[in-house]
């Protein structure tokens, strides 16, 4: 039945979209365990879904359905009014307003609601932000394997300032990073978006669902502005993008706890694949 409303809500104009049509598809087959081909199911209705979904998959659902909304390119008017027809039959989400303000071509508006919804950021205890650039470099001298050692190489491999350094963003960037670290991800848009997933669903998708908007704005969009990074348009269109979608919502939900809440410093000595297994981050799908 989610497979069905997310048919449903991307049902407009001449039907989905060839990409929503892939990522529906994906998450089918790669999170929600379905065999064969979407194009055998029939779009389903917001009262149907929504008298088939619990309250503890509610908001689960809410957030596909903004997810599918960000996939049509190009955007329609009635894509907004068709997902808030059956995020109301859910119940109603406000972030939703984020998704209508960038498919009705409100870009202006895009700051304002992240400003409104988003949830901030953990600021680093113990560690001026000053200070946190040399704190971060001699990670260096953490053994191979540690999480310490892996977030210093990190930012080697990229050979770009470390946080809290001239040039290095702000210092509570070091909490995003750290999170590349633990998933495994790299930095590319499909990555970005990905790792999103995998906060969100590692939250219980009580949390961080702001940030996947805010990637989705970023690289499927193009519609949020963000120093150092270049907006694009469609990046779950790419080849294999929508299936490690899936697979990040497959290994966020198999985590047993919040991985953005890892306090790095104080466990920067401990074996990588050992804070890994704790949380149960799972290896990516490389199927």
Not at 165 to 179: I, R, S
Not at 232 to 245: I, M, Q, S, T, Y
Request: include cysteine.
């Amino acid at each position: 039945m989610i497979a069905r409303g997310l048919l449903g809500a991307a049902d407009v104009a001449s039907g989905p979209t060839t990409e929503q049509h892939r990522v529906i598809q994906s998450l089918a087959s790669g999170y929600l365990g379905l065999d064969g081909a979407i194009l055998d199911l029939d779009p389903c209705t917001p009262v149907e879904l929504a008298a088939t979904v619990d309250e503890a998959s509610r908001h689960r659902v809410v957030d596909l359905l903004i997810l599918v909304e960000f996939c049509r390119h190009p955007s329609h008017p009635a894509q907004a009014d068709q997902v808030e027809a059956y995020v109301d039959a859910l119940g109603g989400e406000d972030l939703a307003l984020v998704a209508r303000d960038i498919q009705t071509g409100h870009r202006d508006q895009v700051m304002a609601d992240w400003a409104r919804f988003g949830e901030g950021t953990t600021r680093i205890h113990g560690v001026s932000d000053d200070a946190l650039g040399s704190e971060l470099r001699s990670l260096g001298d953490c053994a191979p394997g540690t999480l310490g050692r892996g977030l210093f190489d990190f930012y080697a491999d990229l050979g770009v300032p470390f946080p809290g350094e001239p040039g290095g963003g702000a210092a509570t960037l070091a909490y995003h990073d750290v999170t590349h670290v633990l998933t495994g991800y790299g930095t590319t848009p499909p990555d970005e978006v990905a790792l999103q997933a995998v906060l969100t669903a590692a939250a219980g998708f009580d949390h961080h669902f702001s940030g996947l908007v805010a990637s989705l704005a970023l690289f499927e969009s193009a519609a949020f502005e963000l120093p150092g990074f270049t907006a694009k348009e469609g990046v779950l269109n790419r080849p294999g993008a929508a299936d490690e979608l899936a697979d990040a919502f497959r290994r966020g939900e198999a985590c047993s706890g919040d991985i953005s809440t890892v306090d790095f410093l104080a466990r920067k000595d401990d074996q990588l694949a050992d804070i890994q297994a704790e949380y149960g981050m799972v290896p990516p799908n490389k199927t």
